[in-house]
């Protein structure tokens, strides 16, 4: 059974990087169907996308955070990573990461069909 | 965000009630692969409908997906008081942007 697992950092300061890290296990990250990637919900707010990665290394990231964000991935670890620089207040969020499932049997997908328990990660001084 | 949904609806148990999802008029061709999420309080987000109207292996049939010109919908039928969560959608654009909805807190009486 698949799973993923988020880990880094719980308090991060302004102004510095928020990085972490998402752990598969109980499949490979190099399956050809799927993405990986990373979405956030703010305390008492909605989710919010960050970006995808596929294995092969192409991302796509929400225009809103693209110049702050980098998605990398490490299939020998089947890992892959987030980096939010820059960080602020409004950075504060639970961080999920998750697989998108994005084609199969010929037909195109795009949803989410697993994700991480998520973590909290707090922007303060 | 570029889908809209209402902040909140509610029915009472064994009613049918309907979430919508309506992207802007300016680009609601871009608009793709539509997707619904369940989220319950301190539970990890759970994929009800992809592809606008498919339901995942396990997800109960009284989940239903459908659009109508911009608008896309999420039917639940005979509400249970296990459905009261929140409920977000999602689509994929043609530029490979995915967006989520504002979400919807269902609240069931």
């Known amino acids: 059974q698949l799973q993923l697992q988020e880990s880094g950092p719980g308090l991060v300061k302004p102004s510095e990087t928020l990085s972490l890290t998402c752990t598969v296990s109980?499949?490979?990250?190099?399956?050809?169907?799927?993405?990986w990637g990373w979405i956030r919900q703010p305390p008492g707010k909605g989710l919010e996308w960050i970006g995808n990665?596929?294995?092969?290394?192409?991302?796509y990231y929400s225009p809103s955070l693209k110049s702050r964000v980098t998605i990398s991935v490490d299939t020998s670890k089947n890992q892959f990573s987030l980096r939010l620089t820059s960080v602020t207040a409004a950075d504060t969020a639970v961080y999920y990461c998750?697989?998108?499932?994005?084609?199969?049997?010929?037909?195109?997908?795009?949803?989410?069909?697993?994700w991480g328990q998520g973590t909290l990660v707090t922007v303060s001084s | 965000s570029a889908l809209t949904q209402p902040a909140s609806v509610s029915g009472s148990p064994g009613q049918s009630i309907t979430i919508s999802c309506t992207g802007s008029?300016?680009?609601?061709?871009?608009?793709?692969?539509v997707s619904w999420y369940q989220h319950r309080p301190g539970k990890v987000p759970k994929v009800v409908i992809y592809?606008?109207?498919n339901r995942p292996s396990g997800v109960s049939d009284r989940f239903s997906g459908s659009t109508s010109g911009n608008t896309a919908s999420l039917t639940i039928s005979g509400l249970q008081a296990e459905d009261e969560a929140d409920y977000y959608c999602s689509s994929y654009t043609s530029t490979s942007i995915l967006v989520f909805g504002g979400g919807t807190r269902l609240t069931v009486l």
């Open positions: 008029s300016s680009d609601i061709n871009d608009y793709y692969y």
């Open positions: 109980g499949g490979s990250i190099s399956s050809s169907n799927y993405y």
């Open positions: 592809d606008v109207s």
């Open positions: 990665i596929y294995f092969a290394g192409s991302t």
């Open positions: 998750a697989r998108l499932h994005y084609y199969d049997s010929s037909t195109y997908l795009y949803y989410f069909d697993q």
